[in-house]
């Protein structure tokens, strides 16, 4: 059994700001210490493209030119999100219980420790919709929660269940290892502050107790169940939001599908008290 972090790609054949390998949409690139100088430049252009939008104006306005343009959302938005997350696989049969749904980011890798030592479960993303919930001595992870054909389900110890987790929380660190390394050559100008938005955008720049502030402070009025909340307005986002901007030219995102009926993670929204569970 292996637990990877993977970063969910599109392509960008009309990107020209840095060297990028070649990747086809909605493929995965796995992220640890062995990646590729071109692989590192995909990486960063894709977690960049993830944050490139105008940001509030306390910001400060956006730069005019291609490079400073394209960073400006990465490097100065508090907030950051990483398209992807930990991918579970059985090596023997190939067969995966747990793959990153749309709408699930890297920055809430965090989740995993939550489903073993707080609530219990966690959800991530949807298309599939893949849980983990605390089951006894164990840990149950379901590839799909809203699948109709049947899903592949699996127990596995806690213990190990951590060891999975601690093993791709270390690839994300040598991931970003190289992150420093290839800015330093790539981005001079901007090196150090391109490799602290990746250290804040991968969750490695915090501790667990902030890194559970920061996900629900991201949308005010919402209480209770936060990462739910969060994860049902990103797919909101996504479908108000059709493309990002990639230098001159525009990457596509990938509809969200709706929440389907009687979701446990739908909520009803009141403008004035915000959201809460129906």
């Known amino acids: 059994m292996v637990m990877q972090p993977v970063l969910e790609i599109f392509s960008a054949d009309d990107f020209a700001l840095w060297p990028i390998g070649e990747h086809e949409s909605y ?35 956006c730069p005019t030119d291609p490079l400073g343009s394209f960073l ?51 959800s991530f993303g949807h298309d599939p919709s893949s849980v983990a919930e605390r089951v006894g001595d164990g840990v149950r992870l379901t590839f799909d929660a809203h699948g109709t054909d049947g899903s592949p389900v699996i127990e ?62 991201r949308l005010p009025g919402v209480r209770g169940r936060g990462a739910a909340g969060a994860e049902l307005d990103r797919a909101r986002l996504e479908r108000a939001v059709p493309c990002v901007r990639v230098g001159a030219g525009a990457m596509p995102v990938r509809p969200a599908a709706p929440v389907p009926a009687g979701d446990p993670l739908q909520l009803e929204r009141d403008p004035a008290a915000g959201a809460h569970e129906r």
């Open 156 to 217: 596995l110890p806690t213990d190990q269940v951590r060891r999975l987790v601690t093993g791709a929380e270390q690839d994300v660190r040598d991931f970003l290892g190289l992150v420093g390394t290839w800015a330093e050559r790539q981005l001079p100008a901007h090196a150090a502050a391109v490799t602290a938005a990746l250290a804040r955008a991968l969750d490695l720049a915090s501790t667990e107790r902030d890194s559970g502030r920061r996900r629900a402070a």
């Open 72 to 122: 400006h959302g990465l490097l100065t938005m508090p907030d950051l999100f990483a398209a992807g997350g930990f991918r579970v696989t059985d090596n023997a049969t190939g067969t995966v219980f747990v793959d990153p749904g749309c709408c699930n980011g890297l920055e809430t890798w965090r989740d995993w420790l939550e489903v073993l030592d707080g609530t219990g479960y966690s």
């Open 27 to 61: 493929g995965h690139l796995v992220l640890n210490g062995e990646l590729t100088p071109a692989e590192v430049g995909t990486a960063v252009m894709r977690i960049a493209a993830c944050n490139d939008f105008e940001p509030e104006q306390e910001y400060g306005p």
